[in-house]
């Protein structure tokens, strides 16, 4: 089963692969994603992705530099362009959108895309939790969420629930603080349902803070020299995970002495990883350009899991 963690961006395009800027246009990340389904990926895990509108009084107009990066107008495509992906044949498409988070107008969460050629969705496994620690005033009363389903191979093989998260991006307490605080919240929420008790669990995410522990030595001494990329050693997302049970992909790139550098600064925080009974036979990660255009400030991890 091959499983992409895509952090979409907002549906921006950064630029095009000459370097040029250009025009925000979510139809080019659809495009790409429907590229990646046809390739063969099962599953795509998508993070920051733009919904649809929100009750009145959500979201505000004006967001200073961000709205010059990102002009309202370009928000406005989203609900379109999702609704056109859930479309498509052969596409399950589960969007959990995150408590009181939006732009101008717009929720803001994550997603789940199925090939349905490939996977049967059990859709009474459907979980989302919108909102994984209460939001602070330092977090603008944003939440942060996360969505599970459970899977299987039409080909055969067994089950697995696939997670989708995003943490936050604040500076909340020491590094990494707050984002342990959200592990700890999806380990005792959804990923405690008992319903995946029994099943292998593979959970996919922007942790927005980076994992030390399992990169090579340069690249762990460079994100150490950096207070921004480092966690505060008792706030280690990584290794409460790895506590939990699960093993990254970038575990394995690790054993080859390779980072699955996903960041601009260097920094590997994008998730892929898994726990229970299913191991990754392939990782590595995909630099997110289509047709001219890089789509993302993050590369994409990808994972081909054993589904025993």
Request: proline fraction near 6%; charge should be negative; charged fraction near 20%.
């Amino acid at each position: 089963i091959t499983v992409v963690s895509a952090n979409v961006y907002y549906g921006r395009c950064v630029a095009t692969t000459e370097g040029r800027e250009e025009a925000v246009d979510p139809a080019r990340t659809v495009a790409a994603i429907s590229a990646l389904l046809a390739g063969g990926a099962d599953i795509i895990c998508l993070q920051e992705v733009v919904g649809p509108p929100v009750p009145e009084g959500q979201g505000k107009e004006d967001y200073g530099d961000f709205t010059r990066q990102f002009p309202k107008a370009a928000f406005e495509k989203w609900p379109e362009q999702l609704e056109l992906l859930g479309a498509q044949e052969n596409v399950k498409l589960v969007y959990a959108p995150a408590q009181n988070a939006s732009f101008y107008q717009q929720s803001f969460g994550n997603a789940l895309v199925v090939n349905t050629a490939t996977m049967r969705v059990d859709e009474s496994s459907i979980v989302v939790q919108s909102c994984l620690t209460e939001p602070t005033e330092e977090e603008g009363f944003e939440g942060r969420a996360a969505v599970t389903a459970v899977v299987e191979p039409i080909s055969g093989g067994g089950k697995l629930a696939v997670c989708c998260t995003h943490l936050t991006e604040k500076l909340i307490g020491e590094h990494g603080q707050k984002q342990c605080e959200m592990v700890e919240a999806l380990l005792a929420g959804t990923l405690s349902d008992p319903r995946l008790a029994d099943l292998p669990v593979v959970l996919c995410g922007d942790m927005n803070i980076n994992d030390i522990s399992e990169l090579p030595t340069e690249s762990a001494v460079h994100c150490n020299s950096s207070p921004f990329l480092r966690p505060h050693p008792d706030h280690d997302p990584y290794l409460r995970l790895a506590a939990a049970g699960f093993t990254s992909a970038q575990h394995y790139a690790q054993k080859e002495d390779a980072a699955l550098d996903t960041c601009w600064n260097g920094g590997c925080v994008d998730y892929n990883g898994c726990r229970g009974a299913t191991r990754p036979l392939a990782v590595g990660v995909l630099d997110p350009t289509h047709d001219g255009h890089v789509l993302s400030d993050h590369r994409w991890p990808v994972v081909v899991y054993s589904c025993l």
